[in-house]
């Protein structure tokens, strides 16, 4: 009787209909089914995608090729990176790579984050650059990234991005503190056209595009055609053979002549390197505004960039004697490039306070050149980050510094 009835559940169980063969039959069907349904969502994708882009299914868009680098890393063509942002690009210069940051493992960090490089940006990438990281000041290096005692082998620059030549690139008249006098107080009204010799003579401006300054008519040519242009992350500092250098946890060069910071920007085997011009300056800070993340008066907390932070009071994000808020914090004293993580704005360092900064802005009809940004011994935001002061080109100081500004320009001192 047990044998009898074992046949029969065999028999239900893997005969002809058996229930375990249905069942496999169902699960089979249901695989194919979901199978079916994924592919079909995939071409969807896909085809949604390509016409997104531009192509279609048939005929999908070329993906962008790889940019070609070398064993370190950095490029070794001039690589353009578009985003989706109309004009809104970066040009990664043959010999650098942009880099990553240790404070926030991204390519932009906030104040009071460790902003040093941590690391070269894989070429993969680079493609993958927004507008948004472009807003935010991307780094770029050219060099392997080591350190040797906390100093950087490389130097660092930051993209100003400059979508329109006529509406983001320009000489600004900054109304504010100080925005046009000299040491001795005296005012000087900024006169945007002048026209009569009187205004000439109190006018701050910049070298007129002429024959004799192939540099300034290069560098305009540059900002338009690249859609922007490099500024030096930190305050110069020098390098062998009295070349300026944008590096690292370096002492500041100061007891520097006009001539002889165009010189040390001009000797760099790094090309197009030259001192800024004033409407370089003006450009930077004009970027600024409305995007870069700055420090607040109150200690811990952070603010977006206004056009007050630059032209009326730049205490709470600059080395100044009465520095406010976090920047408070070893105010009053010259300090190396990149102590304070707090006296930056889109990742530039000490555009505010620390050392005056020669530019090329004439002022006048004399021999006098035009300085930016106030000092360390600055006090009561009377020298902000868009003020103008006026020195004899001669003259040497323990608080005269510069930038230098690189390749599709590059600069600041």
Not at 9 to 35: D, F, H, P, R
Not at 209 to 224: A, K
Not at 248 to 272: F, L
Not at 342 to 369: M, P, R
């Amino acid at each position: 009787m047990l044998l009898i009835l074992a046949g029969v559940a065999l028999a239900t169980l893997t005969g002809q209909g058996n229930i375990i063969g249905n069942a496999e039959n169902a699960v089979g069907k249901y695989n194919n089914s979901v199978a079916g349904e994924q592919q079909l969502l995939n071409e969807i994708e896909k085809y949604f995608q390509n016409y997104l882009q531009g192509g279609n299914v048939d005929n999908p868009p070329t993906p962008p090729e790889l940019p070609k680098v070398d064993s370190d890393g950095l490029a070794m063509e001039n690589v353009t990176i578009t985003t989706d942002e109309e004009n809104v690009q970066i040009v990664i210069p043959v010999g650098f790579a942009p880099a990553i940051l240790t404070g926030s493992n991204s390519t932009y960090s906030l104040p009071g984050q460790d902003g040093s490089v941590k690391e070269i940006m894989p070429a993969d990438q680079w493609n993958n650059i927004t507008s948004e990281q472009i807003n935010q000041g991307i780094v770029i290096v050219d060099h392997a990234i080591t350190y040797t005692e906390g100093v950087p082998d490389f130097n660092e620059y930051v993209w100003i991005s400059i979508p329109s030549i006529e509406e983001n690139f320009k000489e600004i008249a900054w109304n504010g503190p100080y925005r046009a006098e000299s040491h001795t107080n005296g005012e000087h009204p900024i006169v945007q056209n002048p026209t009569t010799e009187d205004d000439k003579k109190n006018k701050f401006w910049d070298y007129s595009p002429t024959t004799e300054d192939n540099i300034y008519t290069s560098m305009l040519t540059s900002v338009e055609f690249y859609k922007g242009f490099y500024i030096g992350r930190y305050e110069a500092s020098e390098g062998d053979e009295k070349v300026a250098q944008s590096k690292r946890n370096q002492a500041v060069w100061r007891y520097v002549t006009h001539q002889e910071a165009i010189d040390s920007c001009e000797s760099n085997t790094i090309e197009n390197i030259h001192l800024l011009y004033g409407i370089e300056w003006d450009s930077v800070l004009n970027w600024l505004i409305g995007k870069a993340t700055i420090s607040s008066d109150t200690i811990g907390e952070t603010k977006t960039m206004e056009i007050e932070d630059i032209q009326a009071n730049s205490c709470s994000w600059g080395n100044y004697s009465n520095s406010t808020g976090d920047a408070k914090e070893g105010s009053d004293t010259l300090q190396n490039t990149g102590v304070s993580e707090y006296w930056k704005a889109n990742n530039i360092y000490d555009l505010a306070g620390n050392v005056w900064e020669w530019t090329q802005e004439k002022y006048s009809i004399g021999s006098s050149k035009v300085c930016r940004s106030g000092n360390y011994s600055s006090n009561e935001g009377g020298y902000p980050a868009a003020c103008r002061i006026n020195d004899d080109v001669n003259l040497t100081s323990y608080d005269l510094r510069f930038s230098c500004q690189l390749f599709c320009n590059t600069g600041r001192w």
